[in-house]
């Protein structure tokens, strides 16, 4: 059974920086893709960084770019997420993803979540 583990998260100014952590157990964790979602209120759970197999690949939607740096240790079974410069619409539940396809950009690709870490930045 897969178990994905978020920490991090917390309430920081804009502009500010913040590092998410997910913990991964039950699965093998260099077979997965892991990949970082967040849900504001009201909104659809959006995709915000995606990480492939071995690292070698990364993918970030528009927004974040240049900002947010997703990475992997696939010794400690974890993943981050570094945000940067972060912005008050950012405020959100911010979710780990794990995935067996090649390619992690969207939530019908999850196969698992984490529990979320809410992120909340004041203007």
């Known amino acids: 059974q897969v178990h994905l583990v978020e920490s991090g998260g917390g309430l920081v100014q804009a502009g500010d920086s913040l590092r998410l952590s997910c913990a991964a157990s039950?699965?093998?964790?260099?077979?997965?893709?892991m990949g970082w979602f967040r849900q504001a209120p009201g909104k659809e759970r959006e995709f915000v960084a995606s990480?492939?197999?071995?690292?070698?690949?990364?993918y970030y939607r528009d927004s974040v770019k240049g900002r947010f740096t997703i990475s992997r240790d696939n010794a400690k079974n974890t993943v981050y997420l570094q945000m940067n410069s972060l912005k008050p619409e950012e405020t959100a539940v911010y979710y780990c993803a794990a995935s067996r396809l090649l390619i992690l950009n969207s939530p019908p690709r999850v196969s698992s979540w984490g529990q979320g870490t809410q992120v909340t930045v004041s203007s």
């Open positions: 990480i492939s197999w071995g690292g070698g690949s990364t």
């Open positions: 039950g699965l093998t964790f260099s077979d997965y893709a």
